[in-house]
């Protein structure tokens, strides 16, 4: 069993950085592949950072050097750095793993981006 707790959401203004947590429990983060999603108002979940068990990074195009996200071992936990945010940054943001073949969400957590 993994259980995923997202943290750090808020309302912010255009042009702000907001950084996301991901606290895991049952596992190792760093034995995981662990994703952000969001989910913007009326939209379907969509994918914006993946971190995998080795380090490795990935990002559409969309958030691309705006977004990063990262990993604390003694922590447990995986972030979301979200810079120069936009009015369409605004989503629920979700952490996502798999283990066992069973497929984890957190509860997410609102991020509402204001012009």
């Known amino acids: 069993q993994v259980q995923l707790v997202e943290s750090g959401g808020g309302l912010v203004q255009s042009g702000d950085s907001v950084k996301l947590s991901c606290l895991i429990s049952?596992?190792?983060?760093?034995?995981?592949?662990v994703s952000w999603y969001r989910q913007p108002p009326g939209k379907q979940r969509e994918l914006v950072a993946s971190?995998?068990?080795?380090?490795?990074?990935i990002y559409p195009d969309s958030v691309k050097g705006r977004f990063t996200i990262s990993r604390d071992n003694a922590k447990n936990t995986v972030y979301l750095q979200m810079n120069s945010l936009k009015p369409e940054d605004t989503a629920v943001y979700f952490c996502?793993?798999?283990?066992?073949?069973?497929?984890?969400w957190g509860q997410g957590t609102q991020v509402t981006v204001s012009s």
């Open positions: 996502k793993t798999t283990w066992g073949g069973l497929v984890y």
């Open positions: 049952g596992r190792s983060a760093n034995s995981l592949i």
């Open positions: 971190i995998t068990s080795g380090g490795t990074t």
